[in-house]
């Protein structure tokens, strides 16, 4: 007589899902159509792990971009949030308008380094002057990637083309002008640095105001050889770290005993903390003059800072010096928005 095998359990293991009950995949969008090994690909992952993992509403978030590899990504994630692909270079005017009209959205952007550099540099100023309450990523490969590899306006003095051609004229970095312009946070990351940019990005989140991250996103098609600034090998030979991040959102909060001295703790807008772990050097994230001297010191050494470069949580953002109400514009009634009949007559009559 023959025993019947060990009945199998098919019980499907539960899925993981987070603090809002949804699962990873509800965070990730269309696949993506950009090169394999492509520096942005990397960032679209990070920004899917760190919206899952802090349990944002994906339909909280508006997604901007202009055009570019760069501003075709926001298609590879988070596909439940709103979104709007604008003109190339444009997308602050666009990200401005439609977060004045909800200022419940989260505001995520993300575009080139020849979107935001070259023909957005105009738009990129007022951004950062308004302190427009949004997170901007700059994926910045120092390429225009998309029509094939020209220079763009961050790429280094002395870089190369693959053909040979050098770049001879000084670039923007955004970092400094972010600073200098009045942005609220700033950091520049590597897209294949995981831990570092998760923390910023994380931060980011947790600001409430207007976040500049300026990504070191190598385009492995046009501009990952010997000669570009802006390759993996280059970035591994010439990065210098700032310091040691880690983000602890405001749901986590754990005590552990901190040695003092070795760690400063930046609390965030919604109660989550920013630990800054000294490594090498002193570094103060609040303060904006040292940070601009911090970067021109890395240049004259030929080094790409990585880091929180500053914060400020206290500045009102461009929605706040508005006085608006609480009500979004978007939602609210339209007997509020509409002046009454009496006071349109008597605006007439003041014209007369
Ligand atoms: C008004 C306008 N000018 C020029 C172009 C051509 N163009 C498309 S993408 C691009 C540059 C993209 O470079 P970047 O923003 O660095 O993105 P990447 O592709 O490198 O990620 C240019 C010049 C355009 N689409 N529209
Ligand atoms: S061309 Fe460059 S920037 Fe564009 S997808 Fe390919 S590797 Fe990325
Ligand atoms: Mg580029």
């Not at 991250?213 to 090998?233: A, E, L, M, R, W």
């Not at 770290?241 to 609390?267: K, Q, W």
Request: one cysteine or more.
């Amino acid at each position: 007589m023959s025993t019947a095998p060990p009945l199998k359990n098919t019980t499907p293991p539960p899925k993981k899902v987070n603090r809002i009950g949804l699962e990873v995949l509800n965070y990730k969008g269309s696949k993506t159509t950009l090169c394999a090994g492509c520096g942005h690909n990397s960032i679209s992952e990070r920004i899917v792990e760190c919206f899952y993992e802090l349990g944002v509403e994906p339909w909280s978030v508006a997604k901007f971009s202009g055009i570019g590899c760069s501003s075709k990504s926001p298609a590879y994630f988070l596909g439940l949030s709103h979104g709007f692909n604008g003109v190339h270079g444009r997308m602050p005017a666009i990200a401005t308008g439609a977060l004045l009209a909800n200022k419940n959205l989260l505001g995520v952007g993300v575009t080139g380094d020849g979107d935001t550099a070259s023909i957005g540099i105009g738009q990129f100023m007022h951004l950062v002057r308004r302190n427009l309450p949004m997170i901007y990523v700059i994926e910045d490969n120092g390429v225009y990637g998309l029509t094939k590899g020209q220079f763009s306006a961050t790429a280094n003095v002395g870089s190369t083309l693959k053909t040979g051609t050098v770049n001879e004229l000084p670039p923007f970095d955004c970092c400094a002008l972010a600073l200098k312009w009045g942005a609220t946070f700033v950091a520049r990351s590597f897209s294949g640095d995981k831990k570092q940019l998760q923390a910023i990005l994380k931060t980011a989140i947790a600001h409430k105001r207007l976040s500049v991250i300026d990504v070191i996103s190598p385009c492995v098609t046009f501009n990952d050889h010997q000669g570009s600034t802006k390759s993996y090998s280059y970035m591994k030979d010439h990065e210098s770290m700032l310091h040691d991040l880690d983000f602890v959102p405001f749901f986590e909060e754990i005590a552990v005993d901190i040695p003092e001295g070795e760690v400063t703790v930046v609390e965030m807008h919604d109660g989550s903390h920013l630990r800054i772990r000294k490594l090498d050097r002193d570094f103060d994230p609040t303060n904006r003059l040292a940070a601009l001297e911090a970067l021109e010191d890395a240049e004259t050494k030929g080094e790409v800072l990585t880091g929180v470069l500053y914060v400020n949580t206290s500045k009102p953002t461009f929605l706040e010096q508005l006085n608006l109400a609480d009500e979004p514009l978007s939602t609210l009634a339209e007997s509020k928005i509409r002046p009454p009949q009496a006071v349109l007559q008597q605006a007439m009559e003041e014209l007369r």
